[in-house]
């Protein structure tokens, strides 16, 4: 019996210790014995798999689970003949090239018949027990989840093959798609059930986090959001590049068995005979199943109140929901029952509020963001969506409004799931009657009339001026953190109350504060006031890398700020400076130069810079081109990425800077060391890829600079 048939059947905390100890011990083993090695580490990666993905609690850490696929995959390189057709890693699969091929479904993909209130649900229960001929049902309750649906088959416990729901007779084979998530396994012990091929029917899903986080990617990236975790999940399965399927991080959830065929002389499992033991079967084989969230009644009346109380906690969930499924429970009941053309009899979908509506778009605001980007926002006639009521819509950036050819009259269609904003799915182009108006997006910006500047490549047009009244706030909230111009006693609480008592107007006005405001204000007694006078005094004499990262400028960060300090004897020298010049500096690339000659170029910006100086603000560089170019770590180039436990990331950076090292701002084929952290993202990734990065551990940085 394989370990992680044994694990996912019955798992102990003495398992998941041997667990670990085995992977450990794996770990440590040379090339001998690699055909038993090799069946061990499916186990164990299989495992951890289950435990991540279905279970949501890992058992390994993300570097220990690398390296044990790592080894996987040099053991197969080197024995490719032993290169089993379930391994892990033979997930991985090169893009098609072509649409995907139609397939049948053994069975029909059935659509369910749908109730909205607690009278359908009687009358549903009075038609089952008609057709049963028995008033003695039990029903089982499962969510009913928000996804793609597909249809998997097994042959002697391997899956076969993967196809979407398409019109429910035919789907498209998806197969190679299907094996990218890791929740859904490469094979399964059916053969110990008597099962020799077998069909599931379930839905691809995405977690909430996983969809607002990759929504958050998406706006960053200037595209537009996806509607809802369904269209993500639907749209992601008929990706023709496999690995870019195996970044969306879906999910399953396996709801049923529509058909099974035993070998010969097997008979029927008792697992098998009722929807909640077969369901518990496929948990217990490691599928991600309802079965933990499902529930069995013998009334109706409970069923219905358990659909109420549900409802309210349906948002709870990781993943959408947008009602219940209640199934007769007993397969020879519903086999007894049948279906019709459309639907089973002994099922039916218990349909939550809706979640979408239709509004009349009245008018677009374009805000003005902390960051200076400009949103446009779309007002419509308030209208009452999943437990509240909308009246403002985010259109996130020009490229929305026209690819959805969105225009001021229009009747919208406007959907909330969740916790996601509302959004608005498309115009009802069809109702226009011929007075709706173009939205035109302003060229000026709204809060202080400066022309508006998009980057190339992005979607966001958005207001630099360091003086506009809407930005003034975190623009100076920036200027003084620790990290830029360091003024204790001025955090961002501070800056706030005193640009709302009309204190501090602007960045230079931080060195002409009005001392005499200040008495009586709450936390200013006469030490406060002079510890912060000395704050301000003493952030004149920072460095020049300081001052230019703490003006704010799109895209500069502290090791870029370094690098243009480094470059000039005085901050002006930028004044003059164009695009090509400023790429000729490491690690400068074309969308950081625009950045940066923008800025400068701008007459207010500049003005701010002389008001600092006139101040007494240091603008000058007296160590320009100067390193430690004899330390031990002269010419080597570092970055840092996660979470760092044994120091901070800007004192990391003082260490190999103060031994002749350079920092990076990004991984590239310049870069000789990366430090890993705890949680360390796509850095990691991409140095993996690139083959010539050192990678680091915390404890192997401190012994290499010691």
Same mark, same amino acid.
């Given at each position: 019996?394989?370990?992680?048939?044994?694990?996912?059947?019955?798992?102990?905390?003495?398992?998941?210790?041997?667990?670990?100890?085995?992977?450990?011990?794996?770990?440590?083993?040379?090339?001998?014995?690699?055909?038993?090695?090799?069946?061990?580490?499916?186990?164990?990666?299989?495992?951890?798999?289950?435990?991540?993905?279905?279970?949501?609690?890992?058992?390994?850490?993300?570097?220990?689970?690398?390296?044990?696929?790592?080894?996987?995959?040099?053991?197969?390189?080197?024995?490719?003949?032993?290169?089993?057709?379930?391994?892990?890693?033979?997930?991985?699969?090169?893009?098609?090239?072509?649409?995907?091929?139609?397939?049948?479904?053994?069975?029909?993909?059935?659509?369910?018949?749908?109730?909205?209130?607690?009278?359908?649900?009687?009358?549903?229960?009075?038609?089952?027990?008609?057709?049963?001929?028995?008033?003695?049902?039990?029903?089982?309750?499962?969510?009913?989840?928000?996804?793609?649906?597909?249809?998997?088959?097994?042959?002697?416990?391997?899956?076969?093959?993967?196809?979407?729901?398409?019109?429910?007779?035919?789907?498209?084979?998806?197969?190679?798609?299907?094996?990218?998530?890791?929740?859904?396994?490469?094979?399964?012990?059916?053969?110990?059930?008597?099962?020799?091929?077998?069909?599931?029917?379930?839905?691809?899903?995405?977690?909430?986090?996983?969809?607002?986080?990759?929504?958050?990617?998406?706006?960053?990236?200037?595209?537009?959001?996806?509607?809802?975790?369904?269209?993500?999940?639907?749209?992601?399965?008929?990706?023709?590049?496999?690995?870019?399927?195996?970044?969306?991080?879906?999910?399953?959830?396996?709801?049923?068995?529509?058909?099974?065929?035993?070998?010969?002389?097997?008979?029927?499992?008792?697992?098998?005979?009722?929807?909640?033991?077969?369901?518990?079967?496929?948990?217990?084989?490691?599928?991600?199943?309802?079965?933990?969230?499902?529930?069995?009644?013998?009334?109706?009346?409970?069923?219905?109140?358990?659909?109420?109380?549900?409802?309210?906690?349906?948002?709870?969930?990781?993943?959408?929901?947008?009602?219940?499924?209640?199934?007769?429970?007993?397969?020879?009941?519903?086999?007894?029952?049948?279906?019709?053309?459309?639907?089973?009899?002994?099922?039916?979908?218990?349909?939550?509020?809706?979640?979408?509506?239709?509004?009349?778009?009245?008018?677009?605001?374009?805000?003005?963001?902390?960051?200076?980007?400009?949103?446009?926002?779309?007002?419509?006639?308030?209208?009452?969506?999943?437990?509240?009521?909308?009246?403002?819509?985010?259109?996130?950036?020009?490229?929305?409004?026209?690819?959805?050819?969105?225009?001021?009259?229009?009747?919208?269609?406007?959907?909330?799931?969740?916790?996601?904003?509302?959004?608005?799915?498309?115009?009802?182009?069809? =109702?226009?009657?011929?007075?709706?108006?173009?939205?035109? &997006?302003? %060229?000026?910006?709204?809060?202080?009339? *400066?022309? #508006? /500047?998009?980057?190339?490549?992005?979607?966001?047009?958005?207001?630099?001026?360091?003086?506009?009244?809407?930005?003034?706030?975190?623009?100076?909230?920036?200027?003084?953190?620790?990290?830029?111009?360091?003024?204790?006693?001025?955090?961002?609480?501070?800056?706030?109350?005193?640009?709302?008592?009309?204190?501090?107007?602007?960045?230079?006005?931080?060195?002409?504060?009005?001392?005499?405001?200040?008495?009586?204000?709450?936390?200013?007694?006469?030490?406060?006031?002079?510890?912060?006078?000395?704050?301000?005094?003493?952030?004149?004499?920072?460095?020049?890398?300081?001052?230019?990262?703490?003006?704010?400028?799109?895209?500069?960060?502290?090791?870029?700020?370094?690098? =243009?300090?480094?470059?000039?004897?005085?901050?002006?020298? &930028?004044? %003059?400076?164009?695009?090509?010049?400023? *790429?000729? #500096? /490491?690690?400068?690339?074309?969308?950081?130069?625009?950045?940066?000659?923008?800025?400068?170029?701008?007459?207010?910006?500049?003005?701010?810079?002389?008001?600092?100086?006139?101040?007494?603000?240091?603008?000058?560089?007296?160590?320009?081109?100067?390193?430690?170019?004899?330390?031990?770590?002269?010419?080597?180039?570092?970055?840092?990425?996660?979470?760092?436990?044994?120091?901070?990331?800007?004192?990391?950076?003082?260490?190999?800077?103060?031994?002749?090292?350079?920092?990076?701002?990004?991984?590239?084929?310049?870069?000789?060391?990366?430090?890993?952290?705890?949680?360390?993202?796509?850095?990691?990734?991409?140095?993996?890829?690139?083959?010539?990065?050192?990678?680091?551990?915390?404890?192997?940085?401190?012994?290499?600079?010691?």
């Amino acid at each position: 019996m394989r370990l992680f048939i044994l694990l996912c059947s019955m798992y102990t905390p003495q398992d998941e210790k041997r667990l670990y100890e085995q992977a450990k011990y794996l770990l440590k083993q040379d090339g001998e014995n690699a055909e038993e090695i090799m069946v061990q580490l499916h186990d164990v990666i299989n495992y951890a798999d289950w435990k991540y993905y279905v279970q949501n609690q890992p058992t390994l850490s993300d570097s220990e689970y690398d390296a044990l696929f790592k080894k996987l995959v040099h053991l197969e390189e080197k024995n490719p003949e032993l290169v089993a057709a379930d391994s892990p890693t033979q997930r991985v699969a090169k893009g098609l090239s072509e649409r995907f091929p139609t397939v049948s479904h053994l069975v029909p993909m059935l659509s369910l018949d749908n109730t909205y209130n607690a009278d359908d649900l009687t009358d549903w229960d009075r038609r089952c027990r008609e057709l049963a001929g028995t008033d003695d049902i039990e029903y089982c309750v499962e969510p009913k989840y928000d996804g793609a649906g597909i249809s998997l088959i097994y042959d002697n416990g391997a899956l076969a093959r993967g196809a979407t729901r398409g019109d429910g007779v035919m789907g498209e084979e998806v197969t190679t798609n299907i094996r990218q998530i890791r929740a859904i396994p490469l094979s399964a012990a059916f053969l110990k059930y008597g099962v020799k091929q077998i069909e599931i029917r379930g839905e691809i899903v995405i977690h909430k986090k996983v969809f607002d986080a990759f929504n958050k990617q998406r706006v960053a990236e200037g595209l537009s959001p996806l509607a809802n975790p369904r269209n993500a999940a639907s749209g992601t399965l008929r990706i023709l590049d496999p690995s870019e399927v195996r970044k969306r991080g879906l999910n399953a959830l396996l709801y049923h068995i529509s058909s099974y065929t035993l070998t010969e002389g097997a008979s029927r499992p008792a697992e098998l005979a009722t929807h909640y033991d077969a369901l518990k079967l496929l948990y217990s084989l490691g599928f991600p199943s309802p079965a933990p969230d499902m529930k069995v009644f013998t009334h109706i009346e409970d069923v219905i109140k358990y659909c109420h109380d549900f409802e309210g906690r349906r948002d709870d969930l990781p993943f959408e929901v947008d009602g219940l499924v209640i199934k007769v429970n007993d397969f020879a009941m519903q086999d007894k029952m049948g279906a019709t053309s459309h639907h089973p009899r002994w099922a039916v979908a218990y349909k939550f509020k809706a979640r979408q509506a239709t509004s009349k778009l009245s008018d677009v605001d374009f805000q003005v963001g902390r960051t200076g980007a400009i949103t446009p926002v779309a007002k419509i006639e308030p209208v009452h969506i999943g437990g509240v009521t909308v009246t403002s819509v985010s259109l996130f950036n020009e490229d929305v409004i026209r690819e959805k050819d969105l225009r001021i009259g229009d009747t919208v269609l406007v959907e909330r799931a969740g916790d996601v904003i509302p959004y608005i799915v498309k115009p009802l182009a069809e =109702l226009r009657d011929g007075s709706e108006r173009e939205i035109v &997006f302003p %060229t000026h910006c709204p809060a202080c009339e *400066s022309k #508006l /500047e998009r980057q190339p490549e992005e979607a966001a047009w958005r207001c630099i001026n360091i003086n506009c009244p809407v930005q003034l706030a975190e623009h100076i909230i920036h200027y003084v953190s620790k990290d830029a111009m360091d003024i204790r006693g001025l955090g961002a609480a501070n800056v706030q109350k005193f640009y709302d008592l009309d204190i501090l107007k602007d960045i230079p006005g931080i060195y002409h504060i009005d001392w005499s405001k200040l008495k009586g204000l709450e936390g200013f007694g006469e030490k406060s006031i002079t510890n912060l006078q000395q704050a301000i005094e003493q952030s004149k004499r920072q460095p020049l890398n300081r001052l230019i990262f703490g003006l704010g400028i799109r895209f500069v960060g502290e090791t870029t700020a370094k690098t =243009l300090a480094n470059s000039v004897s005085d901050v002006r020298e &930028f004044y %003059t400076w164009d695009a090509d010049r400023l *790429s000729t #500096l /490491e690690d400068i690339g074309p969308k950081v130069a625009s950045s940066v000659v923008d800025f400068f170029a701008r007459e207010e910006n500049r003005e701010v810079i002389k008001k600092l100086g006139d101040a007494g603000v240091n603008l000058l560089n007296e160590h320009k081109g100067e390193s430690a170019a004899d330390g031990e770590l002269a010419g080597k180039s570092f970055l840092f990425t996660g979470t760092l436990s044994h120091f901070k990331r800007s004192d990391a950076e003082k260490m190999v800077e103060d031994k002749g090292g350079s920092i990076l701002g990004g991984v590239s084929a310049k870069l000789n060391y990366l430090v890993v952290g705890e949680d360390a993202g796509s850095k990691l990734e991409k140095a993996k890829k690139l083959g010539t990065v050192n990678i680091l551990t915390e404890q192997e940085f401190l012994a290499l600079v010691n």
